[in-house]
């Protein structure tokens, strides 16, 4: 069960990184519409802005990351609930909610602003929900097996 779970928790983070790295992609292959100075000016502040909330979503998604390791603890590994809060809670609290949030505020100055972000951050915990459905088959699979397989008269422990 602890390899299962580390591998669910690799492909977590993977998931993340594409995404960020598809956001990142994304900020560098905008390009300036005006020309002149200031407008040189405005888009390498645009550049640096995006970038700065690219690695606060990727510390966002490794930390979120992380919370798969709850699955370790049988009784939140038992309960569906908290096994979905583990792989997909943490990701709409500490990635979608503070970037929806934050795209809502600058709604007002800048329509496009964060859109990118707000797509992935939306995007990411879809995913985790989809490995989630995947983990909790594979999982009842091993149960469903565990309560049928016996080693020496002994049901085995998952």
């Not at 565990?146 to 008269?153: P, R």
Request: with cysteine; net charge positive.
């Amino acid at each position: 069960m602890n390899k299962i779970i580390i591998r669910y928790w690799i492909i977590d983070l993977l998931i993340g990184l594409v995404l960020y790295a598809a956001y990142t992609v994304t900020i560098m292959n905008k390009t300036e519409t005006d020309t002149g100075f200031f407008a040189d000016v405005l888009y390498l502040f645009n550049i640096v802005l995006n970038l700065g909330y690219s690695l606060l979503y990727l510390t966002a998604v490794v930390v979120c990351s992380f919370s798969v390791f709850f699955n370790f603890i049988k009784k939140v590994r038992h309960n569906a609930v908290l096994s979905w809060l583990s792989f997909s809670g943490a990701p709409i609290l500490g990635v979608a909610i503070p970037v929806i949030s934050l795209w809502v505020s600058t709604y007002g100055v800048s329509k496009n602003l964060l859109t990118e972000l707000l797509i992935l951050s939306i995007v990411y915990p879809c995913f985790t929900t989809i490995l989630y459905l995947l983990f909790r088959r594979k999982y009842k699979k091993l149960i469903s097996m565990a309560n049928t397989d016996t080693v020496d008269g002994k049901i085995k422990q998952i």
